[in-house]
């Protein structure tokens, strides 16, 4: 009876240690831009609907493209339990934009972290090939607290306009997850802005490489009624994906989600308008490693 009862005590230990989900997701969060005041989209008041989400979905981790420092310092002010990692892509410090991270860490440990910027001298920032604007990936190494195991998290924002700077940063990436990962052998997520949809060949890049999958194609479920990108326009229709989250082979892909929520503002002639919380969709999903 004993010995049963240990069985059963350790097979329900082996249970809870690895059928954990970890909610994983990408958000373009768009920078706070000048024009905001004229388009109607503040940050002040989407600012905190941004939180309100992501308080109701409750990710683990997720990855943030375009916020400044004081976005990212005022997000971190609206979402108790959170910390993030990351520096502005401009000058490593706090200048320009950053990939953030933003992880629970009473549900995932941050190991250790760094940063790389996608050019041709990868460890200090510059513009790279043809691209418009300097661009960086922050990554961190962290250990789930639940199942103990390990992973990395990886998250970038690639160039909008440079083609060459797009395929060089690709191959760069790839070039350090696989190191990172052994080939795809430990655990690892990508996420970010890739400015590239999935009929794109760089897209292939990532996906046909062994070491990488698309968690949009592999997911049990789906709740994706549109694409990633939709210019701050609630009418807007695509189903081109820029937005993306790759995994390691080995990790299964329970859920994925383009979530399309919204809120609502009113002029001051009382005239009520929808508008996206930012002019990306934000996506997650729900995976097991």
Same mark, same amino acid.
């Given at each position: 009876?004993?010995?049963?009862?240990?069985?059963? #005590?350790?097979?329900?230990?082996?249970?809870?240690?690895?059928?954990? =989900?970890?909610?994983?997701?990408?958000?373009?969060?768009?920078?706070?831009?000048?024009?905001?005041?004229?388009?109607?989209? $503040?940050?002040?008041?989407?600012?905190?609907?941004?939180?309100?989400?992501?308080?109701?979905?409750?990710?683990?981790?997720?990855?943030?493209?375009? *916020?400044?420092?004081?976005?990212? $310092?005022?997000?971190?002010?609206?979402?108790?339990?959170?910390?993030?990692?990351?520096?502005?892509?401009?000058?490593?410090?706090?200048?320009? =934009?950053?990939?953030?991270?933003?992880?629970?860490?009473?549900?995932?440990?941050?190991? =250790?972290?760094?940063?790389?910027?996608?050019? =041709?001298?990868?460890?200090?920032?510059?513009?790279?090939?043809?691209?418009? *604007?300097?661009?960086?990936?922050?990554?961190?190494?962290?250990?789930?607290?639940?199942?103990?195991?390990?992973?990395?998290?990886?998250?970038?924002?690639?160039?909008?306009?440079?083609?060459?700077?797009?395929?060089?940063?690709?191959?760069?990436?790839?070039?350090?997850?696989?190191?990172?990962?052994?080939?795809?052998?430990?655990?690892?997520?990508?996420?970010?802005?890739?400015?590239?949809?999935?009929?794109?060949? #760089?897209?292939?890049?990532?996906?046909?490489?062994?070491?990488?999958?698309? *968690?949009?194609? *592999?997911?049990?479920?789906?709740?994706?009624?549109?694409?990633?990108?939709?210019?701050?326009?609630?009418?807007?229709?695509?189903?081109?994906?820029?937005?993306?989250?790759? $995994?390691?082979?080995?990790?299964?892909?329970?859920?994925?989600?383009?979530?399309?929520?919204? /809120?609502?503002?009113?002029?001051?002639?009382?005239?009520?308008?929808?508008?996206? #919380?930012?002019?990306? /969709?934000?996506?997650?999903?729900?995976?097991?490693?």
């Amino acid at each position: 009876m004993k010995k049963t009862l240990l069985f059963l #005590l350790g097979f329900l230990f082996y249970l809870g240690s690895t059928a954990q =989900e970890l909610t994983v997701g990408s958000y373009n969060i768009r920078n706070k831009n000048r024009n905001d005041s004229i388009n109607g989209n $503040v940050w002040q008041i989407r600012s905190k609907a941004i939180a309100n989400q992501i308080k109701w979905e409750r990710p683990d981790i997720f990855g943030t493209q375009e *916020c400044l420092h004081h976005q990212l $310092v005022d997000l971190e002010a609206l979402l108790s339990g959170y910390r993030w990692i990351g520096i502005g892509r401009d000058d490593g410090k706090e200048a320009g =934009e950053y990939s953030a991270i933003f992880y629970k860490p009473d549900r995932v440990e941050l190991l =250790e972290q760094g940063n790389f910027w996608l050019n =041709e001298t990868p460890d200090r920032p510059a513009l790279g090939w043809d691209a418009a *604007c300097i661009r960086i990936c922050t990554w961190g190494h962290f250990r789930d607290r639940k199942t103990k195991k390990e992973f990395y998290f990886l998250n970038l924002h690639m160039d909008h306009v440079g083609v060459k700077a797009r395929s060089e940063s690709a191959k760069l990436v790839m070039e350090r997850i696989t190191k990172m990962t052994n080939g795809g052998k430990k655990l690892a997520v990508l996420t970010g802005d890739f400015n590239v949809p999935q009929t794109n060949e #760089l897209y292939s890049l990532f996906t046909q490489s062994g070491v990488l999958k698309d *968690c949009y194609t *592999c997911a049990k479920d789906r709740f994706a009624e549109t694409g990633t990108y939709n210019s701050f326009d609630p009418k807007t229709y695509t189903t081109e994906r820029i937005d993306h989250i790759f $995994v390691t082979p080995s990790t299964s892909v329970e859920a994925f989600a383009v979530l399309t929520s919204g /809120y609502w503002t009113k002029d001051t002639n009382n005239q009520i308008s929808r508008r996206t #919380l930012s002019d990306h /969709y934000p996506i997650f999903a729900r995976i097991k490693f």
